[in-house]
C-alpha cells in the first residue's frame, strides 16, 4: 500500500490524496462503504460500484461469527466470496465487542447527540456488562447469533483478518466508553497499546507470500480526554503501522476537536481513518481536522428505513407529502435512482414493503454521501473547502 | 398488438411465433414475470431484463388498492411508474378477489397437489367467503390492507386497467373454486360471459387517443368439467378479443387436458396466456397443448425462501450441504448470479438474512424459467420438442 498527499489545504489539516492498494486506488478524502457481513446491505457489487463507491468495509467480528473466515477464505478471500474487485478493509471486531460489552443497551453509538445516558441505561449497561469481559490478553465473549463462547486477542484478530484477506486491516483495540473515568481510560490505553505492539508482531509472522500485500492499521482511542488521545496518537505513530484509525464514539460537538488532537499528533504521511462515522456534518469536520477516509452504516440503514439524503437535508419519503410527487428524490442528484424513478413509485414501494425500495434508496444515499466527499475533494485541491462547506451545511441543516 | 405464428409442432397445439405490441415484441411461447405491485419483487428493470425476461405481469386489484391507478396514471402509466420499457399485461383482478372469497384459507392455489381440501380447510372457506362477494353486476369485497369496502365490475376493471395502461389487460371474470359444482360452475360461466361482452364494450369506449394501444383478452373459465371448459373457450372465441386468458385452478395431473380441451376450441390465430402457472412440468404441458405465454410468481417466490431451479431439480440452498461448496448454483446456468457467486456464498447471505440473496435467487430463477421456455420454443423451431420434454423431465424430476 502507498498514500500520495496532492494536496494539503492552507492552514488547515485536510489534505487530499491516493490510498493505492493491491486491488486498486482509493482518491482521499473518500467514504468507504460498510459491507458487514461482506455484502454491502441490499446492493449488488455493480450497484456499490454505480455510486462512486470506491472501497467497501467489512467486520470481522460478524465474518469470524458467520460464515467463519475458513469458508471466506475456501473462496480465495474477501474480495472474490462477495466479487467486489476494488480495494477492501476489515475492521478488527473490537468495536463489535465493546457493543456486547460495556455499550450494550446504554444507548451509546458512535455519535451520541450530546445528552448523558439515563440512570436505567447505565444499570441496564451494568448489567449487560458481562456478554463480553476483557482481561489483558484479549476478550472473552458470547456470540450474539447462539450464544456460542468465544475469545478474541490480538493474535487471532490477526489472523483471521488475514484469513479474510482484506486490503487494510487493522488492529485489534479495546474501544471504551465515552462515559469511563479517566483512571479507567488510561488503564484501557496501556492495553491496547501493548495489544497493538502483539497485532504488529503477529502481523508480520502471518504477512508472507500471497498475504504480504495486506497492511496493518493502528486504531487511536482515548475517549474524550485530550492528553490521553494525544498520548495514544503520538505513541502509536512510534509503532511500524502503515497507517491509522480513531477508535471510539463522540459528543457530534467535539468529535472534531477530538480528531485535531489526534491528527495533529500522527504523522503526516500516512492515512487516517475514522471509524464508523459519516453524517454529512461529521464528514465536514472530520476531513477539515485530518481525516482521510471514513466509513458507516448510515447510508444503507437510514436507506431501509424510508429515509433519504437530499441537499435540503434528510427526508423520511414514507410520509403523505410524497405520494404522488412527479420528482425525483433530489432534483441536482445523478445516481441511478433519480435518474429512473419519482418519488410517487419510491413511496409506493416503501407503502407496498417491496424489497426493491431498499435497493433503490441505499443507492442514492451511498452516492449521495459518496459524492459529497468527492466534492469535499475537489473543494481541497481548488482552496474553496470553507465556501463549499458553509454552503452545504447551511443548506442541509436549515 | 399483432400475432403471428412461426411454426406448428408436428402432430401437437405446440407452436412458436410473436407478439408484437407497441411497447416490443414477445417470442413465444414465454415466461412473463410477474410484478405484482409495479415490481418484480427485489429486481431493477435492468435486472429483469438480464435474466431475458420480455415482458411483465402486474395486478390490477393490487395496484387498485395500492398507490391507487390515479398515482400509476399521473407518472405516465404503467411502464413509466416503474421504469420497464417493454410490453406489459395487466391482470383483471379477478383471481385476487377469488382469493380472498371462496378460496380464503382453503388451500386452494393455481395447481393443487392432488388431494381435496380438508374438512377444516372447507369450513374455514366458507367462514371466510363473506370477505368477497359476488353478484350479476359485480364483486364486492374488502380491501386486505385497510378492510375498505371495495367493487369491481367488468367497467371499472377495464377503466381500472386503461388507466394502468399495460399492453395487454384481460377481461374481469369470476374465477370459481376447482371444488364448486358443475351447476354452480355453469352459473358462473353465464356470469363470466355476460361480464365479457360488458368488457368488450367499456374497452372499445376508453379506447381512444392515446390509449388505442390497448389489447384485450378474455378469460376462459369452466373449472374441471370439460363441456364447460369447451363451451366457454367456444363462446368467448366469437368475441371480439385480441386474445385469450385461461384461468382457474388445476390439478397438476390434469392441467395439461383442461388446457387441451380449451385450446382445441380457441382460434389459432389469437395469443392464449395461462394465468398463474409456471412450475416445468406445467410449463411443458402448457405449451404441448397451445400455450403461448406464462405468468408465475414462483420463479422469485421460491427464491425468498432461499429455493432455486436447477437441472438437476429445485434445491434449498439454505441447508447445510451448500454451506461450503464452491460452486454456482447451478454449472450450465449463465445468469449474473451463476457467473459471479458461489453457494457459500449465496448460503452465506441467506443464512445472515441479507437482502441480496433474495435478489441474487430472483435473478436465477427468472433467468431459469426464462431460458427454459426460450429452449421449448426452439425445440419447437426445431421439431426436437418431445425429445427435450423428455430429458429435461427425466433429469429434473428424477
Redesign the interface.
Known amino acids: 500500500m502507498t498514500f500520495k498527499i496532492n494536496h494539503h489545504l492552507k492552514n488547515s489539516l485536510a489534505r487530499s490524496g491516493a490510498i493505492t492498494t493491491p486491488h486498486g486506488s482509493i482518491e482521499t478524502p473518500a467514504f468507504i462503504a460498510v459491507g458487514t ?3 454491502v ?5 455493480e450497484q456499490v460500484k454505480s455510486t462512486g463507491s470506491q472501497a467497501v468495509l467489512a467486520n470481522t467480528y ?1 465474518l469470524h461469527l ?2 467463519g473466515e475458513d ?1 471466506v477464505s ?2 480465495g478471500g474477501l474480495h472474490d ?3 467486489w474487485s476494488g480495494p477492501t478493509y476489515t475492521d478488527s471486531g473490537g468495536f463489535q465487542v465493546f457493543s456486547l460489552g460495556e455499550a450494550f443497551g446504554s444507548g451509546v453509538s458512535k455519535v451520541a447527540s450530546g445528552e448523558e445516558v439515563s440512570i436505567d441505561a447505565q444499570d441496564q449497561r451494568i448489567s449487560n456488562a458481562k456478554k463480553a469481559k476483557i482481561d489483558d490478553e484479549g476478550v472473552s465473549f458470547y456470540s450474539h447469533i447462539d450464544g456460542k463462547h468465544l475469545r478474541l486477542t490480538p493474535e487471532n484478530s490477526m489472523q483471521i483478518q488475514h484469513k479474510l484477506g482484506a486490503d487494510i486491516i487493522f488492529a485489534f483495540d479495546e474501544c471504551t466508553s465515552p462515559h469511563a473515568s479517566h483512571e479507567y481510560q488510561l488503564k484501557a490505553w496501556e492495553r491496547t497499546h501493548a495489544w497493538a505492539k502483539r497485532c504488529i508482531k503477529e502481523h508480520h509472522k502471518l504477512s508472507k507470500g500471497d498475504k504480504s500485500y495486506i497492511s496493518l492499521f493502528g486504531v487511536v482511542q482515548g475517549g474524550r480526554f485530550e492528553d490521553l488521545r494525544r498520548l495514544s496518537a503520538k505513541e502509536l505513530a512510534k509503532l511500524d503501522f502503515d497507517g491509522f484509525g480513531i477508535g471510539g464514539s463522540f459528543n457530534k460537538s467535539d468529535m472534531g476537536t477530538a480528531v485535531r488532537w489526534v491528527c495533529e499528533e500522527l504523522p503526516v504521511a500516512k492515512p487516517r481513518h475514522l471509524l464508523g462515522i459519516g453524517e454529512p456534518s461529521d464528514i465536514f469536520d472530520g476531513i477539515e481536522n485530518g481525516i482521510d477516509t471514513f466509513d458507516c452504516v448510515s447510508p444503507t440503514r437510514i436507506a431501509r428505513n424510508g429515509s433519504v439524503y437530499t441537499y435540503d437535508g434528510r427526508k423520511n419519503i414514507s410520509t403523505s407529502p410524497y ?2 410527487s ?1 420528482a425525483p428524490i433530489d432534483t441536482l442528484c445523478g445516481c ?1 435512482t433519480c435518474e ?3 418519488l ?2 419510491l ?3 416503501i ?2 414493503s ?3 425500495f ?3 434508496l441505499s443507492i442514492h444515499n451511498l452516492h449521495f454521501i459518496t459524492k459529497l466527499v468527492d466534492d469535499i475533494r475537489e473543494s481541497i485541491n481548488h482552496e474553496t473547502f470553507y465556501q463549499f462547506k458553509s454552503d452545504f451545511i447551511a443548506k442541509y441543516y436549515r
Chains 1, 2 share one sequence.
Open positions: 457481513a461482506a455484502t446491505k441490499a446492493l449488488t457489487p460478524h458467520r460464515p469458508i475456501k473462496s466470496f462477495m466479487n405520494r404522488s412527479l441511478y429512473n424513478f419519482n410517487s413509485y413511496h409506493h414501494l407503502k407496498s417491496e424489497i426493491l431498499t435497493t433503490l
